[in-house]
């Protein structure tokens, strides 16, 4: 270590002990209305927005495989829809609920606790999960079946998109160096510009009047 280094002291961290990324296509998704059934009168739908409200997750040691964790992942959207009586109609906005689901297998380092099957298991890592907006592929009105299992209900069918990023992690010590604390020698200030100041610093958005041809569009590789 530097000379200038006074000592190593233990923090307490979580540590990434696997991690994986995808992109799901989530199709036939069904959208279940808060109105109840699709209203008669509808007969095109196009989606506003979706945004995914709330993700549910189960983390499990994989029996056979020592040291990996099966995470199921449970994924609640909130679904605007513009609906529509005829296409040149005014549309009316509905809302509704779906849910997908998915597993992913990561490694999470030995278990260290109980894994007797007649006992709880004790000394899980812990997962997380971050996403970005969902996209709309795909809004159609079709027909499931009721909860009696005989009627048909309309209602909205749609497959959607989504970029994930799933991480596995433990909360472990680990020694850094600590450095004597220097004062900031940035003065504090609180005047700011006026907002055309501000705008005057903004680059011309030049594209924006100018759209480039489908062939400068950077292919996906």
């Known amino acids: 270590l530097p000379e200038h280094c006074a000592d190593t002291v233990p923090i307490k961290v979580n540590r990434v002990f696997d991690s994986c990324s995808d992109r799901d296509c989530f199709s036939n998704i069904q959208i279940l209305m808060d109105g109840g059934e699709l209203p008669a009168n509808v007969t095109m739908v196009k989606s506003r927005c979706v945004r995914v409200s709330d993700i549910c997750m189960n983390i499990e040691p994989v029996p056979f495989n020592r040291g ?19 296409a040149c109609s005014s549309p009316v906005l509905l809302t509704g609920t ?15 606790g ?62 850094v160096p600590t450095y004597e604390y220097t004062i900031p020698t940035k003065e504090c200030h609180t005047d700011t510009e006026s907002p055309c100041a501000v705008f005057d610093k903004i680059r011309f958005p030049a594209e ?3 759209p480039g041809t489908l062939d400068a569009i950077p292919k996906e590789k």
């Open 98 to 112: 779906a849910y997908a689901s998915k597993n992913v297998i990561l490694y999470g380092g030995e278990q260290l």
């Open 68 to 86: 990996f964790y099966s995470i199921d992942l449970t994924y609640t959207f909130r679904v605007e829809l513009m609906a529509y009586e005829r």
């Open 208 to 210: 924006e009047f100018s």
């Open 114 to 175: 109980d894994t007797n099957a007649c006992c709880e298991t004790i000394n899980l890592p812990t997962a997380a999960v971050q996403v970005v907006a969902p996209i709309a592929l795909e809004a159609r009105i079709g027909s499931v079946c009721a909860a009696d299992g005989t009627t048909p209900v309309r209602t909205v069918i749609m497959t959607l998109g989504l970029f994930s990023v799933v991480e596995i992690f433990r909360p472990v010590t680990i020694l």
